[in-house]
């Protein structure tokens, strides 16, 4: 039993380190199901022991791995059939990107971890459904991890007022988030973060020199990357102007930058798509819609839901077909991505 307790202490400070990285690189080579061994069953297996699920890290997909991913996955409004791919790949990855897992020591308090993750008692608690302040060795606490502010570039013609506007913040507001002594003088080209809780609606526009701020429109496997390929439908060879991004039917696509919604209808092969003009000669496309949640001329935010996945189109199944195109030409969306 102490042995167990120090290998499972082992994992998930490694965990802790790791997360949230990305779990594609040690899954999504092969679909995982019952009676299957391997590392990637391992990677499975730690993963959903950091995300607080009672499951032996062993590498071999048995019974009780099979229960545990069942469980995830009706948590987490999936398929339950209790074998993993682009999907619950996908919601796992998300997993990981909210929350660490941290297994409480002794002598450790609630306000001691809550100060050393830099997150309120009060956070603590709610995210793990105590109702008290009570904790024991051994005892597994998801900690949230905290969003991080964005940086937004001053533009020309720009004074601290209309930035924070653009934010739903005061000018005092920002100016002390900035240190900026004294809000009048801001310059183009300065670099000002904005709190997390306001990122949401960060335009990241385009300059005339460089490409918007994007950020990832959602979370999920690459099931196909950028570059040429044999079509999963056609079998013929072409050139895959973006990355598809595995996700659940339903999930919210969101703006990667701010800018202008230049096309949303169908679109042929493409299906519902929606394409977004931010600007210097950059635009971003959002294929294979199960809806759209923006129209033609409408002016978005960063971050702003756009659609909901699906797999319109010609589709073998639910997914994003990203892509970033400058002046017209397509650009590999991982050059550019976070």
Not at 30 to 59: M, N
Not at 120 to 149: C, K, R
Not at 214 to 242: A, E, Q
Not at 247 to 275: C, F, H, N, P
Request: charged share 15%; no cysteine.
């Amino acid at each position: 039993m102490k042995a167990r307790l120090i290998v499972s202490l082992i994992i998930v400070m490694m965990l802790a380190v790791l997360m949230p990285a990305s779990i594609v690189d040690g899954l999504g080579a092969r679909y995982l199901k019952s009676g299957l061994r391997g590392d990637d069953v391992r990677v499975l297996q730690e993963y959903l022991y950091a995300l607080g699920y009672d499951i032996a890290v062993d590498g071999i997909f048995g019974s009780q791995t099979d229960k545990v991913v069942r469980q995830f996955q009706k948590e987490h409004g999936l398929a339950v059939d209790g074998i993993v791919g682009p999907q619950t790949i996908a919601a796992l990855q998300a997993g990981a990107n909210k929350q660490r897992i941290y297994v409480v020591k002794g002598g450790d308090t609630l306000s001691y971890i809550a100060r050393a993750h830099d997150v309120s008692v009060a956070e603590l608690m709610a995210h793990n459904q105590l109702s008290s302040t009570v904790i024991h060795p051994g005892q597994q606490l998801a900690i949230p991890v905290a969003e991080i502010d964005q940086e937004y570039i001053v533009q020309k013609g720009e004074n601290l007022s209309v930035i924070a506007k653009k934010f739903g913040l005061s000018a005092s507001d920002l100016a002390e988030y900035n240190s900026i002594s004294d809000p009048n003088r801001i310059r183009a080209g300065q670099l000002l973060s904005i709190p997390a809780s306001s990122a949401a609606s960060v335009p990241a526009m385009a300059g005339a020199n460089q490409p918007p701020r994007f950020i990832w429109p959602v979370s999920g496997l690459i099931s196909s990357p950028y570059g040429w390929r044999d079509h999963p439908i056609t079998k013929v060879r072409h050139f895959h102007g973006g990355i598809d991004i595995a996700a659940s039917k339903g999930t919210l696509v969101r703006a990667a930058a701010g800018g202008i919604v230049i096309q949303a209808e169908w679109m042929g092969d493409y299906g519902y798509g929606v394409v977004i003009d931010h600007g210097g000669g950059y635009t971003t496309w959002y294929g294979h819609n199960s809806q759209l949640l923006v129209k033609k001329g409408e002016v978005v935010t960063a971050n702003q839901p756009i659609a909901r996945v699906g797999s319109t189109g010609l589709s073998t199944g639910p997914h994003l077909d990203f892509r970033i195109k400058h002046n017209g030409q397509t650009i590999n969306p991982l050059d550019l991505l976070p």
